[in-house]
């Protein structure tokens, strides 16, 4: 235990994360090769985006729509089903994986992130936990999904919602943090 007279204090120089070279040479690779033209390309060459990701190890469905601007941190991490489509500017930052299902929807200005620190060490290492999205489900814009969030399969996100905590199938959440609001229902 220590004295609550002399609080602990972050010392980020000891922080340090340690990644194989070869996770470090595709990462290069990626961010000099690939993400620049996810960040440029058209609407009209959403296709091209797909290709793209598929190229540096994406595991994409058919049929995605991958619009402009769109962030991936590690392509090689993300699994994306059937006729999804990620929205203009979203953000993927996934040191660990983040799979969307059939049909889902990430809509623009979405940040997924797999990653936060462990702030109760004093160098704040990186941790990571996986982000799943199930099919059929909506995430709206400018929505937050945080590390080890899992999203059942139907659900709808609200806009500018925070998500740190598991989102039942078929349900509608919306807030700062994303509370639960009703059941959703498709009615044809």
Not at 47 to 52: A, F, G, K
Not at 74 to 100: H, K, Q, S
Not at 177 to 183: G, I
């Amino acid at each position: 235990m220590s004295d609550p007279a002399k609080p602990l204090q972050v010392d980020l120089r000891k922080s340090r994360t340690k990644w194989a070279k070869a996770t470090l040479l595709k990462r290069i690779a990626w961010n000099v090769l690939g993400q620049p033209w996810l960040l440029v390309l058209p609407r009209p060459l959403h296709r091209v985006n797909s290709y793209i990701l598929r190229l540096f190890g994406a595991n994409l469905g058919k049929k995605c729509l991958v619009m402009p601007g769109v962030r991936v941190l590690m392509p090689w991490n993300l699994t994306v089903g059937d006729y999804c489509a990620i929205g203009r500017d979203a953000e993927i930052y996934n040191f660990a994986t983040v799979t969307i299902g059939n049909m889902a929807v990430i809509s623009q200005y979405v940040f997924l992130c797999t990653g936060t620190h462990d702030f109760t060490d004093s160098a704040m290492p990186l941790t990571y936990k996986p982000i799943s999205i199930g099919s059929h489900s909506w995430v709206a814009a400018g929505a937050f999904v945080g590390p080890g969030v899992f999203i059942g399969d139907g659900a709808v996100v609200g806009a500018r919602s925070t998500v740190a905590k598991d989102v039942p199938p078929w349900t509608v959440v919306a807030g700062s943090p994303a509370r639960v609001l009703k059941r959703r229902e498709i009615l044809r």
